[in-house]
């Protein structure tokens, strides 16, 4: 079976992330989010976890910056 080369690409952008050379401090900061979501994974599970929630980093990060913090919100 041939595949499309979004596939590949992403396949590609998953083995970048799962190697060992990751930024420790994101490392820490998905076992943060893992503990507090009450998540343990071990193995390839765990890196394939890690490699999407590194993937969509970005875009976390800008619907974040989108919405304003509670204290923030107008007063109605």
Do not use: K
């Amino acid at each position: 079976m041939r595949q499309s080369r979004g596939e590949r690409f992403r396949r590609h952008a998953i083995r970048r992330f799962m190697t060992p050379t990751s930024d420790p401090d994101l490392r820490a900061r998905f076992d943060d989010e893992m503990r507090a979501a009450g998540l343990s994974l071990n193995g390839r599970d765990y890196d394939l976890l890690f490699a999407m929630w590194t993937e969509h980093l970005p875009q976390r990060e800008a619907l974040r910056a989108a919405v304003p913090a509670p204290n923030e919100e107008p007063d109605a």
